[in-house]
């Protein structure tokens, strides 16, 4: 049997397969990186920005400040080592804490608590400059202009009227504009509303019944994404100063930064990330086997839309996905949950997000469709009766979704097999393939 085992939760599920039916794990590729800290590797990314001048040319004494970060929902992006660096910097240069602003980008997020605040920054800074959240409503939004695909581009007021603009993100593969970081500190983070709802329409194709659009995906920062496209356009009319974007590990520890322009250094960021993590494999597989990687990348099933688009990478139309993920926090949005639970056909789900689109709804969906062209199988505990209106068979370990699959393959197992112990992470590709 198998040697391999694969997290869930707190503990793991050894994979009960014969080794010789496991064609493929998909691990991370090895990249050779500069050691260090990371506040060492914010300071080199400072040093050498990439597309833009010398942090000292842009910023100058008597100017007023804004760095845009993530919220709460995005500590890992380590804002508590990013920021105090660069308001260092900024205080070197003759510009005092009372001229700078953080603002948490929360996107269509809550609100946040002062401790959360003290977590993304640390307290000692809290204390010395002003830090706010964004809000979304269009009162404390300025409109900039539309962009070529209808969308009105309205961002936070302290944003538009200050006279610099820094982003501070992170950079992995996100679902639906290819790559976080970069441009997505702008939009969704610091928009309104309306222009976030506008910009993330555009993940579905035009016209009822078509669903959602196979360009808009993980690692896709090309001209052919037009949800990122359309957050590029934005950007530009917004014209940030600077960015700082740090790439994670497996464990979230920043192992680089890249800081400069925000389309440039962001590339830069996103190709690291891509080197690490697009995973070249021999072909698509009638059987994958993947985990989100455990708590906390397994907590809701919200979060586990990053392991679900993955796993379809390294799957064959029609075959059968087995999606490890706990969801001890349940579905973790309530407009994902109303788009399994609620309605009988996916046809009815697509019309009821066309109405009233959210990222919780979309994600939602994308387990829907998924389930209507794959054999879906979820180990988790989310009751199975959640699923009742939709075609995911959930089981409550591996070895109940084995069984599963073997009765949805008409009693056998006996077919190549694809693991990916790093489901949330890695990105497969048919090898030679872009």
Known sequence: ???????????????????????????????????????????????????????????????????????????????????????????????????????????????????????????????????????????????????????????????????????????????????????????????????????HALALNEGLGSGTNPDVRSGNISASNPFHMDQVEAARMVKPDFIVNVVVDGDYKVIKAFAGDVIEAHRAAAKLVSDIDAVPIERKYPLCIATAGGFPKDINLYQTSKTLYNVLAAAERGGTIIVMSRCGEGFGDPDCESQIRDYDSLYDREVALRDNFSIGAYIGYLFCEAAEKFNFIMVTDIPRESFAKMKITAAATLDEALEAAKRLNGGTLEMPVCLMPHGAETLPHIRGEE
């Open 1 to 199: 049997m198998s040697r391999h085992s694969l997290k869930y939760g707190g503990g793991e599920f050894k994979v009960n397969l014969p080794d010789e039916l496991i064609k493929e794990v998909v691990e991370p590729n090895h990249v050779e990186l500069l050691p260090g800290t990371p506040e060492e590797h914010v300071r080199r990314s400072l040093e050498s920005p990439v597309g833009t001048p010398p942090f000292d040319e842009i910023f100058h004494a008597g100017e007023k400040v804004c760095i845009a970060i993530s919220d709460i929902t995005r500590q890992w992006q380590s804002p508590a080592v990013v920021v105090p660096l660069l308001v260092e910097r900024l205080n070197r240069l003759g510009i005092p804490d009372a001229d700078i602003t953080v603002l948490s980008g929360t996107g269509t997020h809550r609100r946040q608590t002062s401790a959360e605040h003290d977590a993304l920054i640390t307290a000692e800074l809290c204390g010395r400059v002003r830090i706010i959240d964004h809000s979304c409503t269009e009162s404390e939004c300025t409109y900039l202009g539309t962009t070529s695909r209808g969308t009105p581009v309205k961002i936070n007021s302290i944003a538009a009227g200050s006279d610099r603009l820094i982003l501070v993100g992170g950079v992995v593969y996100h679902f639906l504009a290819g790559f976080g970081g970069g441009v997505k500190n702008i939009l969704p983070g610091i928009s309104a509303r309306e222009t976030i709802m506008k910009n």
